[in-house]
């Protein structure tokens, strides 16, 4: 059964920022998107999750229906205030954070700011050094500058994420058809920011994620897919052995979109861990 999402809408640092909200459960789920993600991509994830949540799904500055923003605030800093102002405004003291990549990089962050508003974290394949070196930060280094700025047509557009994202489902596809385009003038043009964002993730220097792990204090799932190019074994290693409150699951077939190319054991990965949180 496909729950139903509400669409609304909050002010922070002069930008209208955009969010999603399901259900209305006794815990509260705050869901954050990867760099070029938006709210609806974590649809299935809601659906299996059920009604003992309450889901808040963050349009990121730049993405989705949210505010674009200068290209100097695409970084770890804002996005976090952002996170900060969006939890203040929802009266949210604590809560379940989940995020891929960009968005798991903000969680890890905010929690390590306020420790003692998160209760539970699922991190999707990014970890300390993701962003900064490896075949996956150069992948997308190289997706930045090559990505054009539209389409001459739906299908161009199409034939983009099939060529891209080989391993997407095609739910997963016709959700990112949906949500990462509009269609301008006759052209297909990308919803967020490709321009802004591809300049900040080229020239501003990704934030060194060690401390926030190290930080980490609440039962936290690090979810890697088998295939990634983004997240090497040795760091999820290395995560793990630093860390009392980090447990990790690798899901094969699955690229450094595991949400996306393999959801229901992604979304079966999260209910098991969330029913083992909830009832310790």
Not at 138 to 166: C, G, V, Y
Request: one cysteine or more; a negative charge.
């Amino acid at each position: 059964m496909t729950m139903s999402s509400s669409s609304h809408f909050f002010t922070s640092d002069g930008l209208n920022l955009h969010y999603l909200q399901w259900g209305s459960g006794k815990v509260p789920v705050v869901m954050l998107h990867g760099l070029r993600g938006f709210a609806q991509t974590w649809q299935d994830l809601v659906d299996a999750m059920g009604n003992e949540f309450t889901f808040f799904a963050l349009d990121q500055r730049g993405r989705g229906d949210s505010d674009w923003g200068p290209t100097e605030d695409y970084k770890a800093d804002t996005y976090v205030q952002d996170l900060a102002r969006f939890v203040d405004h929802l009266g949210l003291e604590r809560f379940v954070l989940i995020g891929h990549s960009l968005g798991g990089q903000n969680a890890a962050e905010f929690a390590r700011l306020y420790p003692e508003r998160v209760m539970a974290m699922v991190i999707e394949d990014i970890g300390p050094g993701s962003s900064k070196q490896g075949e996956g930060a150069e992948r997308i280094r190289r997706e930045m500058r090559n990505t054009p700025l539209s389409f001459d047509s739906w299908q161009a557009a199409k034939d983009f994420w099939t060529h891209s994202r080989p391993n997407l489902t095609e739910r997963a596809l016709q959700a990112r058809l949906t949500y990462s385009f509009r269609e301008v003038d006759g052209k297909v043009t990308w919803k967020h920011d490709q321009q802004g964002i591809a300049e900040a993730r080229l020239t501003i220097e990704p934030m060194d994620l060690w401390p926030a792990f190290r930080a980490i204090s609440c039962p936290t799932l690090l979810i890697k897919g088998g295939d990634s190019d983004f997240l090497p074994s040795q760091t999820v290693a290395d995560i793990t052995a630093s860390s009392d409150f980090v447990q990790a699951i690798q899901i094969d077939h699955a690229s450094h979109y595991v949400h996306d190319d393999q959801p229901e054991k992604f979304n079966e990965a999260v209910v098991c861990f969330m029913q083992a949180v909830l009832t310790d």
